[in-house]
């Protein structure tokens, strides 16, 4: 596709990867609209990239309906939506609560879900779209303390596979991006420090994946991209 003149709409675009990704669709002649829940931290967002802000919560249905309907008021049409909005809980499985665990679901992987069924619906009609969901190599093997947040990218990839066998046949290309580390907001809302290094993976990192898989011709699709750092030092 032609990201020139196309529309996008980012969930959790008000940071990290995200922002980056709306950034990287603007520079190259999209119109976005970014989603978060924190307002003030949207607003500037969306002030810095020139993207349309829409409050919402990925895990809250008539949200997910009123980002549908504000994008198509704003741009008339859908091309792209980038399921990026996710959270991390990280406890062993002894001590994770309910609580915790249903938090990461509800967002990672029911808000994925509302998200791209309310797209795919204008998907079909226009009989185009595109889906990139943001997994992790999260989604690649388990690992300790890993039960609510590798469980939801986990999942992640089940629907990306169930989305693409049900919408290939609508020409709707439905990508898994799978981000290892990356310098973020992320650890600081999961409640752990990430150590800053060069070395490190940035958003922008990420974004150069998904303008890459999206910029081939549509009768193409790459179904899944891993993003490593090179040589990663803490
Ligand atoms: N950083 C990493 O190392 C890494 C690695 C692999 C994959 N990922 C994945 O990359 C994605 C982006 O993460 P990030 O690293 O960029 O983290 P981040 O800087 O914390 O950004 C997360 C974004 O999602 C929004 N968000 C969270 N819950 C939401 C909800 N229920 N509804 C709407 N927006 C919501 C946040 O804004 P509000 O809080 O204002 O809602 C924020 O804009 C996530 O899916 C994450 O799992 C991250």
Same mark, same amino acid.
């Not at 996008?8 to 829940?37: C, D, P």
């Not at 924190?38 to 969306?46: N, W």
């Not at 809980?89 to 994925?112: P, S």
């Given at each position: ?17 995200g /922002? *980056? ?8 002649? =999209? @119109?976005? !609209? ?5 307002? $003030? #931290? ?16 990925v ?8 980002t ?36 990461? /679901? *509800?967002t ?7 998200? =791209? @069924?309310? !797209?795919a619906?204008?998907?079909?009609? $226009? #009989? ?6 943001i ?35 609508h ?14 907001n ?10 800053p ?22 009768r ?15």
């Amino acid at each position: 596709m032609n990201l020139q003149n196309s529309t996008a709409l980012v969930t959790g675009g008000s940071s990290g990867i995200g /922002f *980056a990704i709306a950034r990287m669709l603007i520079q190259n002649g =999209a @119109r976005v !609209a970014i989603t978060g829940r924190d307002e $003030r #931290k949207l607003k500037e967002a969306a002030d810095a990239l020139n993207a349309h802000p829409i409050r919402a919560d990925v895990s809250n249905e008539s949200d997910v309906k009123k980002t549908l309907d504000e994008v198509l008021k704003a741009f008339g049409h859908l091309d792209i939506l980038v399921n990026n909005a996710g959270i991390g809980v990280f406890k062993n499985l002894v001590e994770m609560d309910r609580a915790g665990f249903e938090a990461v /679901f *509800a967002t990672n992987v029911t808000g994925a879900m509302l998200m =791209a @069924r309310e !797209a795919a619906k204008h998907f079909i009609q $226009r #009989k185009s779209g595109n889906i990139v969901n943001i997994s992790s190599t999260a989604s690649l093997r388990g690992a300790p303390n890993g039960t609510a947040y590798y469980a939801s990218k986990f999942a992640l990839r089940g629907m990306t596979e169930c989305w693409r066998g049900e919408l290939r046949q609508h020409n709707i290309r439905v990508f898994l991006v799978n981000p290892s580390e990356v310098l973020t907001n992320f650890g600081a809302a999961a409640g752990y420090e990430q150590k800053p290094n060069p070395t490190k993976l940035r958003g922008e990192e990420i974004a150069h994946a998904v303008k890459a898989v999206l910029e081939m011709d549509d009768r193409g699709f790459t179904p899944e991209i891993t993003v490593f750092a090179t040589n990663p030092k803490d």
